[in-house]
């Protein structure tokens, strides 16, 4: 094959903006050689993608390019392995998972959980707001979302800690290519992680409670999920649940304090918290790309790809595309159309949207009342988490007086 631009394509760059640029320029769809998948950079190539589940698969939406030791794969079999969930199934699958979470997520559900959601946010400043100055991430944005998502699953608060823990090694172990004890104890928090969701399953059957574990176990009449299918989805929904919201608070805390003018603005007029919000998600998305395989020989703008050929939507770049928004590299909290990529598209639009928004818009307006003086720590190295599906920073120094 002749030399393409994704021959340059680094997953993991600080600032991957400029090679998206280059590529939707130059040549949109791409082919990547060291991760052997083709890349598609343009907003309508990827709404064109995602609208066919027929001729793009999700089967591979959560593939690992970790290669894991024998000792690994003996611990990993202690516990419950891969199977299909929503975010990997296509068709009648998809939809036997699907309409019993879009059940659990519903918007009243959903909204009747505001009160929690704005007192977490609130105890976590009280736990800090006297030291007047705080590692925003791990102080705040992290465990607030973890909480939220915790909460809505019904796991104990006094096991949040424990999951936190769990959740990060799980993330860990699929996202980076680690020594050999390192892997096998990675995958012993994994199996210790499915294990204590399943003994969870084990309880909720017995005693069901308004969460959405219980929902999942006795208001499945379109839906009959195996032992495996459920923890497995359980440990993906604690997972995205959280992760994805934490980056985009953090994402979003730097985005709008690194021109002061920006927060002084949402503390002032704090009604555009939520288009602010919208623009962070499509200014720097928390999810970058996600993972399609074509299932025949498929056309996508002038080129042809074979069956069985594996993609990356760079939502990332979809999000930047010209074509879709005026002025994209500009971060315009104030921007009138945002239809972006950031909850994805079509069949696969993210159930947990409504949930992810309303915590921005919490953590938001409860950081602009607590704390209108949030500036950020001078001279501070920022760099991203090492993963490859999820974008966001791994520290965020802040004060206050």
């Keep these: ?167 990060h090694d799980w993330l860990t172990l699929m996202s980076m290519q680690l020594s050999v004890n390192e892997q096998v104890a990675c995958a012993h928090s994994t199996v210790a992680f499915q294990h204590y969701i399943a003994e969870l399953m084990n309880q909720r059957r017995v005693s069901p409670q308004d969460d959405l574990i219980s929902t999942l176990l006795h208001d499945s009449d379109e839906a009959s999920f195996s032992e495996n299918e459920l923890v497995i989805m359980i440990q993906g929904l604690i997972l995205a649940g959280h992760e994805s919201t934490t980056n985009m608070i953090g994402t979003g805390l730097l985005l709008l304090l690194e021109q002061p003018e920006r927060w002084q603005n949402l503390c002032l007029y704090p009604a555009q918290i939520p288009a602010t919000v919208e623009e962070i998600l499509r200014f720097d998305a928390p999810i970058q790309m996600f993972a399609r395989v074509t299932t025949r020989t498929a056309t996508i703008g002038d080129i042809t790809l074979p069956d069985d050929a594996s993609l990356l939507l760079i939502y990332g770049s979809g999000n930047r595309d010209a074509a879709a928004f005026p002025n994209p590299d500009t971060f315009e909290p104030k921007r009138s159309s945002n239809h972006h990529l950031a909850f994805g598209h079509g069949p696969h639009y993210c159930v947990g949207a409504a949930l992810a928004r309303l915590e921005g818009h919490i953590a938001f307006d409860v950081l602009c009342q607590r704390l209108p003086q949030l500036r950020l720590v001078p001279d501070q190295t920022l760099s991203h988490i090492p993963t490859l599906l999820f974008r966001g920073y791994q520290q965020l120094d802040v004060a206050w007086t």
């Excluded at 021959?7 to 082919?31: G, K, S, V």
């Excluded at 050689?33 to 190539?45: N, Q, S």
């Excluded at 959980?113 to 030291?131: K, S, T, V």
Aim: aromatic share 12%; proline share 8%.
């Design 1 to 167: 094959m002749v030399d393409t631009l994704g021959t340059h394509f680094n997953p993991l760059a600080e600032d991957p903006y400029p090679f998206y640029a280059q590529a939707r320029l130059e040549q949109p769809i791409t082919f990547c050689p060291e991760l052997d998948v083709w890349l598609i950079t343009r907003y309508a190539d990827i709404q064109q993608v995602l609208l066919q589940p027929e001729v793009f698969s999700s089967r591979n939406t959560l593939s690992s390019s970790v290669t894991f030791y024998p000792q690994t794969l003996e611990a990993l079999i202690q516990g419950f392995l891969p199977v299909p969930i929503v975010l990997n199934s296509d068709g009648e699958d998809h939809r036997r998972f699907r309409v019993p979470l879009m059940r659990a997520f519903a918007p009243a559900r959903i909204r009747a959980l505001e009160p929690y959601i704005r007192a977490i946010a609130n105890r976590l400043i009280d736990g800090f707001i006297a030291d007047t100055h705080a590692d925003i991430i791990r102080q705040f944005a992290y465990p607030f979302s973890l909480e939220v998502v915790l909460q809505l699953l019904g796991i104990p608060s006094h096991d949040i800690e424990k999951t936190r823990v769990w959740s």
